[in-house]
């Protein structure tokens, strides 16, 4: 490799790494506002938070990556043509083709990067997330017993607790239950302890008042109680028997043992297959894209008013292939023999990098037409 390819290689993953860190921050700040509100508000602590913040990275990371790369390569490409470093080479006798080498590098690296995100980072993440998930669900005293919070343990229920005592007896305690449509009950309690009882947890309520409302027909019910048990494990249960994310099965278990996954786990061969090849055409993808946003700006000389038009065909191309990706998925879901075509998108982005590149290499010849010659180099009369 050349020094002129180093150099341009390494402006290619100096901005490949600005653009991927401003992507992740800007998704991860939108994800981690729903995170912050699920767990904070369940009364996790903020280290919970920080790790499930950063098990969720790699798949943000998977999403970015490619427009990342992309990004990178038309912003470095527009730097070297605004600077006429591209026009030296070409000067010098250097091909489009020849230019494009450290692009094709650069492409080679990124998708090196996907493919370990996809098939090595990405399982792991997602099935310690949900090991992560289950661990806090089961935890009761984490999910309930913070005072001073309106807690919101389960859809359509609301826990609070003014003071908890060092000895675990909890002060006014109210306790809303709305996840029956008809009706909604509420509880209200002086006093309340955390009894557990094996895989049973109760909330003993003592000295309160317990109101049951009816929608229909707009009344309401109230019993007063010296002491009041309620089964609180549906709060916190989950189905343990549930099956594995597909993201989380390992990529050498699905091609190995596809078969026992499909049986075990309940997905289909379509699903697998397309899970399977996708994590490997996520990877080839980025030599795609890389290409395209190179190749795209060398189709335009020279111009003071730079290559905006070039990098705006580019961004079209990018999109075109994410919209040819969603629509090859589908036959393969239903199909688990169609699998190739999930590397559609990637061989249709090379094929126009191609294209553009022989463009570029011969610009007048194809936008003009060749001209016949006669012998000795004259042109022929029209």
């Not at 009706?183 to 094996?198: K, M, N, S, W």
């Not at 549906?234 to 499909?262: C, F, K, M």
């Amino acid at each position: 490799m050349s020094r002129y390819d180093r150099y341009v290689l390494s402006q290619y993953l100096l901005f490949f790494g600005f653009f991927a860190l401003v992507l992740v921050a800007v998704f991860w700040i939108n994800r981690a506002v729903v995170l912050f509100d699920r767990l904070i508000g369940g009364g996790q602590s903020a280290m919970v938070f920080l790790e499930f913040t950063a098990l969720t990275l790699p798949n943000l990371i998977r999403m970015v990556l490619p427009m990342a790369a992309f990004a990178a390569s038309v912003y470095v490409t527009n730097r070297l043509s605004s600077e006429s470093e591209l026009t030296v080479m070409q000067a010098t006798g250097s091909s489009p083709w020849r230019l494009a080498r450290p692009a094709l590098v650069f492409g080679l690296i990124a998708a090196a990067m996907m493919g370990i995100l996809t098939n090595v980072l990405m399982p792991a993440s997602v099935s310690q997330l949900a090991v992560r998930e289950a661990e806090v669900a089961r935890n009761v005293a984490a999910k309930l017993l913070t005072e001073g919070s309106f807690l919101h343990p389960a859809p359509g229920v609301t826990f609070y607790i003014r003071k908890i005592d060092p000895d675990g007896r909890l002060h006014d305690v109210f306790l809303s239950d709305r996840r029956e449509p008809a009706y909604t009950i509420t509880y209200t309690g002086a006093e309340a302890f955390l009894v557990r009882d094996g895989a049973q947890s109760n909330l003993i309520m003592v000295d309160g008042l317990a109101q049951r409302l009816d929608h229909e027909t707009r009344t309401l019910s109230t019993t007063v109680f010296a002491d009041f048990s309620y089964d609180i494990s549906s709060l916190i249960r989950r189905d343990e028997s549930r099956i594995r994310n597909i993201r989380a099965i390992p990529t050498l278990e699905i091609i190995t043992d596809g078969d026992a996954v499909t049986a075990r786990e309940g997905y289909s061969a379509g699903q697998l297959a397309e899970e399977l090849h996708l994590r490997f055409a996520r990877a080839v993808i980025c030599v795609a894209v890389t290409l395209i946003g190179f190749s795209t700006l060398m189709l335009g000389s020279y111009s003071r008013f730079g290559v905006w038009r070039q990098a705006l065909l580019a961004f079209v191309l990018l999109v075109m292939l994410e919209v040819l990706r969603g629509v090859v998925s589908e036959p393969v879901l239903n199909n688990a023999e169609l699998w190739p075509l999930i590397y559609l998108p990637t061989l249709v982005g090379l094929g126009i990098a191609a294209f553009f590149l022989h463009i570029a290499s011969r610009p007048l010849s194809v936008l003009l037409g060749r001209r016949g010659h006669v012998p000795g180099g004259a042109e022929a009369a029209p």
